[in-house]
């Protein structure tokens, strides 16, 4: 069989394939997320800066392959935001910061940048990262206007005591020039963060995040990322392998069968079936689809690109 000329024939916009019978190395595992770079190491592409009450537009540079964050203090909001706006996903990243600075930073998700709230302002989620007081890394606060509070632990407003929290055994933090990992999941509303490979927060926002206040700032459900410099402390704070796994599913619409003449349709179009982006199949009609190797014609619920998958 020709499989050169099957994906040459898979090669238009809008597919994604599901190759149950190929090789490994033609696709992911059932256990591997396609994740996307966010950071290209070299520059800003994919990201724009956003300010309030302030005029410094500067405050973000590459250095050695990694983003340098970094604020006098007192010098108002300042974000680097996402170009493209996620509802659910798997968030990936490697930040660090100098011993001693306060590094009051954090990871902004389903948010939105209002330009016209009192001069620009970022309403939405966010999880916490601070080199001071680290045992606040991974929690998991508001910054939404007319709820500005912690969410995990579940507090009346932005203040926090290292008696509100326990670290779980295993928890460390390191300074540059060693990295943490941090790992945020969003799915449905349910909002869980992983760091240096320690599960943290795992917190169920439903009437939270959807409830009428964030519906009418456009956030909570879906939004941007975006990577915050703090407005009232001295911030020095770095990002480096930035990766994202939209958690998006996509629908089997026409099984086709591969040959050596390219592709053909596998009898009548299946009832759809839907599937997660790393391959599981989530949901399995009476009657199913067709089985075997096969090829799948899907839409993606989201951005359309041709991503081989293995089932």
Not at 32 to 46: K, Y
Not at 116 to 132: C, E, S
Not at 162 to 167: A, F, H, I, M
Not at 270 to 286: H, N, Q, V, W
Request: aromatic share 12%; proline share 6%; net charge neutral.
């Amino acid at each position: 069989m020709d499989f050169r000329r099957i994906l040459s024939a898979l090669s238009f916009p809008g597919l994604v394939c599901l190759l149950p019978c190929l090789s490994p190395s033609l696709g992911f595992s059932q256990t591997d997320t396609p994740f996307v770079s966010l950071f290209n190491g070299t520059d800003l592409t994919g990201w724009s800066v956003k300010t309030a009450g302030t005029t410094i537009k500067e405050f973000a540079t590459i250095k050695a392959g990694y983003i340098d964050l970094e604020s006098a203090g007192g010098a108002g909001w300042q974000w680097l935001y996402s170009d493209k706006q996620y509802t659910d996903f798997d968030l990936k990243l490697k930040f660090s910061a100098p011993t001693g600075e306060q590094g009051n930073s954090g990871v902004n998700f389903r948010s939105f940048w209002d330009p016209n709230d009192a001069g620009g302002y970022l309403n939405g989620p966010q999880v916490d990262i601070y080199t001071n007081n680290n045992w606040r890394t991974g929690l998991v606060l508001d910054m939404t206007k007319g709820d500005e509070r912690w969410f995990w632990p579940n507090l009346p407003d932005w203040t926090i005591a290292k008696s509100n929290v326990t670290t779980p055994a295993g928890w460390k933090f390191n300074y540059f020039p060693d990295w943490n990992d941090l790992e945020i999941r969003v799915k449905g509303m349910t909002v869980s963060t992983i760091v240096n490979g320690i599960p943290y927060a795992n917190w169920n926002g439903e009437g939270v995040l959807n409830d009428a206040l964030h519906k009418s700032k456009t956030v909570g459900s879906t939004g941007y990322i975006a990577l915050q410099a703090h407005s009232d402390q001295k911030v020095t704070i770095y990002f480096k392998d930035i990766k994202i796994a939209d958690l998006a599913t996509v629908a089997v619409r026409q099984p086709l069968r591969p040959s050596d003449r390219g592709l053909g349709p596998m009898g009548p179009a299946s009832p759809a079936e839907t599937y997660s982006l790393d391959g599981r199949r989530t949901a399995i009609p009476a009657g199913g689809a067709a089985s075997g190797c096969g090829l799948f014609v899907v839409k993606e619920a989201g951005a359309r690109r041709l991503q081989a998958v293995i089932r």
